[in-house]
């Protein structure tokens, strides 16, 4: 079984971090720079640390240069 995530991605923070939102949906804060993959391969690491999975078990499907993320964690 496939599960999505609704991610809004924060580059260029001063920390990184997460939240729950009520309806589902991460909110993502990371210290990376949005330059060369640097934000996603960070936001991919945070999300994983807080699924308590691997980073290759989680895939960026939509929004791979927005702020807006869908992410598809994989079985």
């Avoid at 690491?45 to 240069?65: D, M, N």
């Amino acid at each position: 079984m496939e599960n999505i995530l609704s991610i809004h991605l924060h580059p260029n923070a001063k920390q990184n971090k997460i939240e729950t939102q009520t309806n589902g949906s991460f909110e993502i804060w990371v210290t990376a720079q949005p330059q060369d993959n640097k934000a996603n391969a960070a936001c991919l690491k945070v999300l994983a640390k807080q699924l308590k999975v691997s980073p290759s078990r989680l895939e960026i499907i939509r929004g791979f240069t927005s702020r807006h993320k869908t992410i598809k964690k994989l079985k």
